[in-house]
């Protein structure tokens, strides 16, 4: 398992820190808000807004704040109007960047993901640069000390998974977007836990990181993640886990 994947993992297992509660929230928002004005505010007919909502709710978000969002997405409250963008560039060592934003001012946002690009050993590159190197999958993974790996594999295949994937500690079951939610409803009902589970841009190859440039990249993600505008952030990046596990630990 590559970037953010790797990333997103470890940092689920570390859990979430009370004073990054409220930015994670604000992130979570402008998803519910966004998928509700885009495809309705009934989560049964509109799918981005369900898992939007699992996704908050998972983050024991109040009820009361996700009817909020809903109804600034709808009309039925007034909210901001915001602009979603995907910024890509390259990072250290050359891997290969992808941020998907979330903005009410481009022209702010801009200008500090460039900034975050340039203090971390990176640049900004133009559309279509490195969009190509991934492809949107759904994600979930599993821990190899918590399932055994003959039954993952057949209720995720049974439930419509293209594949299990095997890493260093890890198993990452891979379906297609539309597939997804049918997926983790089934392994859901199955009683497995998973670290895990989300639709994401799956990198097609990766690229080995080691020593200053894995510090630089792992520090360059945590940046653009720290940005309220920044949703969500991908890359091809290849850390071994130990490396990983001691950058992340320090």
């Known amino acids: 398992m590559s970037g953010h994947s790797k990333w997103s993992t470890i940092k689920h297992k570390k859990g979430k820190e009370d004073a990054k509660r409220g930015k994670i929230f604000t992130k979570l928002i402008k998803e519910i808000t966004v998928a509700a004005r885009t495809g309705g505010g009934d989560s049964e007919g509109n799918p981005r807004l369900r898992t939007a909502i699992v996704n908050a709710k998972a983050q024991n978000m109040p009820g009361e704040n996700i009817e909020r969002a809903i109804k600034r997405g709808t009309g039925e409250l007034e909210g901001v109007n915001y602009e979603e963008l995907t910024y890509e560039g390259y990072g250290p060592g050359g891997a290969a960047v992808l941020a998907e934003i979330m903005t009410d001012n481009r022209k702010r946002t801009v200008a500090d993901i460039r900034h975050v690009f340039s203090k971390n ?16 999958k759904g994600m979930i993974t599993f821990g190899k000390d918590n399932v055994e790996e003959e039954t993952l594999i057949d209720i995720a295949l049974e439930a419509g998974a293209e594949d299990v994937k ?11 977007p539309e597939d997804f939610e049918g997926v983790k409803e089934a392994i859901d009902k199955s009683g497995l836990n998973y670290e895990l589970a989300e639709v994401s841009m799956v990198p097609k190859s990766t690229v080995k990181l080691e020593g200053k440039e894995a510090q630089q990249i792992l520090r360059l993600v945590e940046m653009l993640e720290e940005n309220d505008d920044v949703q969500k952030v991908y890359s ?8 990983m596990e001691e950058l992340n630990a320090a």
């Open 166 to 176: 095997e890493g260093e500690d890890e198993y990452d079951v891979i379906t297609a």
């Open 236 to 243: 091809n990046f290849d850390i071994p886990d130990e490396i």
């Open 121 to 136: 050993n990176g640049s900004l590159a133009e559309s279509g640069s490195v969009a190509w190197m991934f492809e949107k």
